[in-house]
């Protein structure tokens, strides 16, 4: 015998469908929330060193700010710490409380200039009327301050970190270091890193992109290449001061946001020196087909 289904018993089944649809949604949601809950503290260094301690001699300046995690919510922050450690200041100063390893950097920065000025000093040619004398041993001669940046140099550091994108589990940020160690050149160089705060790795292309995403990144870099320069053809750009676009491949050095990924390629790989560090931004749009599914990343490109 048929039995027969009331109308109230097919509006309940109907309910408590979407009930459990919904249910389903909301965990979902709930395992990819916006907030990191993430508080970050700071550092700031800016020592300046002279030889001797004399204020007429070379000297070293070192200018540092460092940005680190206090407190993570859902996360070991010592294990982050070490990340931020490992990434700005080195890998010889992860393991260390935060105050110590930027007390020994700046310890270690001069004494490292202390040894390169000692190797001069003993090393250091004389020169016109000191070219037979007896003053070798001395940093600087009695007479020479007013001719120091062609006879000795002085070294300078910045080192700053920066938080670029905090949310949906990841934080992304970038490190900025320049340096001089004596002429007119100062070398730049950006690191950009993005902490998984699920696995506690940093990601790289391998994470996020599928086989074979390095030759079809090529053609995506020239275009925003050409796009951020304001160009429309590889040989405008090589007359900017780029070269190589033609064979241009990622080089893992990037960010992730909500919006798209950001690659940095630094002076020197593509670009002449005295060009800004180009910055390249791609949306997610134009990549969607070479994300990999189920990864961060791709939830990411889904965002509205």
Do not use: W
């Not at 090589?238 to 950001?262: A, S």
């Amino acid at each position: 015998m048929k039995q027969k289904v009331s109308g109230f018993s097919l509006l309940a089944a109907v309910v408590l469908l979407a009930s459990l649809q919904f249910s389903c949604n909301r965990n979902e949601r709930s395992r990819f929330k916006a907030d990191n809950i993430v508080t970050f503290d700071t550092i700031t260094v800016d020592k300046k060193y002279f030889l001797d301690d004399k204020s007429e001699n070379p000297s070293c300046n070192l200018k540092l700010n460092f940005i680190y995690p206090e407190s993570i919510a859902d996360f070991d922050v010592n294990a982050a710490r070490s990340v931020f450690l490992r990434t700005v200041i080195g890998p010889s100063y992860e393991t260390l409380p935060v105050q110590e390893a930027v007390d020994r950097y700046v310890k270690n920065y001069i004494a490292n200039y202390r040894n390169d000025a000692e190797i001069y000093r003993v090393n250091r040619p004389l020169y016109g009327n000191h070219a037979d004398s007896s003053e070798a041993g001395h940093y600087i001669l009695e007479d020479e301050h007013d001719h120091l940046p062609e006879l000795f140099y002085s070294y300078y550091e910045t080192l700053s970190d920066s938080i670029i994108y905090n949310q949906y589990g990841i934080i992304s940020f970038q490190v900025r270091q320049v340096n001089n160690k004596g002429g007119k050149m100062s070398y730049e160089t950006v690191r950009n890193y993005v902490l998984d705060l699920t696995s506690g790795e940093l990601l790289n292309e391998g994470d996020i992109f599928i086989p074979g995403y390095d030759l079809s990144l090529r053609p995506v870099l020239q275009s925003a290449l050409l796009t951020e320069n304001r160009v429309k053809t590889v040989q405008e750009l090589e007359d900017l001061g780029f070269f190589g676009i033609d064979e241009i491949m990622p080089n893992n050095n990037f960010l992730l946001t909500d919006k798209g990924i950001t690659y940095t390629f630094n002076k020197g790989e593509y670009s002449a020196y005295q060009l800004q560090v180009p910055q390249v931004f791609i949306p997610y749009g134009a990549i969607r087909s070479l994300l990999r599914e189920n990864t961060i990343v791709s939830m990411l490109s889904q965002l509205k």
